[in-house]
């Protein structure tokens, strides 16, 4: 079973970047791709992008001007960067296993408050 | 951009069979995917492309999609089936995933 966790600081500063870790054991990062999805406090889900193990990637077009991903395979992670955040990023952020297709496994999310 | 649309709330009572239905142009044309995601939980996948059942899922769940609607249907529904459902498309003409808004399912 892949399990999937999602890390990094849970309080952001506005107009400052924010980083996620998404750390995946269980399996290979390899030949797979991978998801962020972010969920604000009581609505929907919001797809963020997905980045392939070679380091392809593909962007919310909504989100595309402050968003970049990246992937180390040797640690088996993949990391979420958001620049310039607001209170409107203040969200559960999610990473996924899985690209244009179906998101198969998921992590449990990691909570992001943006706030001074 | 593609829209998908799905009712906020359905309700059912335990031992019916409760249906969720996902709007979207043309969306017989796309590969649906359904989630489910209990309070304070992450998402499940609980079919993919359509009508797959991913492996653990149980008989109960199953999914069609044509024309304008995809539909997940859940038989024999029971109280631990109380969940947020969402169903999720690839917009291949915006290159982006696609999500609906969530349908609520309370079991009565």
């Known amino acids: 079973q892949v399990n999937l966790q999602a890390s990094g600081p849970g309080l952001v500063k506005p107009s400052e970047a924010l980083s996620l870790t998404c750390t995946v054991s269980?399996?290979?990062?390899?030949?797979?791709?991978w998801t962020w999805i972010r969920q604000p406090p009581g609505k929907g889900l919001e797809w963020i992008g997905y980045?392939?193990?070679?380091?392809?990637?593909t962007y919310s077009p909504s989100l595309k001007s402050r968003v970049s991903m990246s992937v180390d395979t040797s640690a088996n992670q993949f990391s979420l960067r958001l620049s310039s955040v607001t209170a409107a990023d203040t969200a559960l952020y999610f990473c996924?296993?899985?690209?244009?297709?179906?998101?198969?496994?998921w992590g449990q999310g990691a909570l992001v408050t943006v706030s001074s | 951009s593609y829209v998908l649309t799905q009712p906020p709330s359905v309700s059912e009572a335990p031992g019916k069979t409760a249906m969720i239905t996902c709007g979207g142009d043309?969306?017989?044309?796309?590969?649906v995917h359904w989630y489910q995601q209990k309070a304070g939980q992450a998402p499940v996948l609980i079919i993919h492309?359509?009508?797959g059942r991913p492996s653990g899922i149980p008989e109960r769940f199953s999914g069609s999609n044509s024309g304008n609607t995809a539909t997940l249907t859940i038989s024999r529904v029971e109280v631990g089936d109380e969940a947020d459902y969402y169903c999720?498309?690839?917009?291949?003409?915006?290159?982006?995933?696609?999500f609906g808004g969530g349908t609520r399912l309370t079991v009565l």
């Open positions: 996924a296993r899985g690209g244009p297709g179906d998101l198969e496994f």
């Open positions: 269980g399996g290979s990062i390899d030949t797979y791709y």
């Open positions: 980045i392939f193990s070679s380091g392809s990637t």
């Open positions: 043309n969306i017989g044309r796309k590969s």
């Open positions: 492309f359509d009508s």
């Open positions: 999720h498309v690839w917009d291949s003409s915006g290159d982006r995933a696609v």
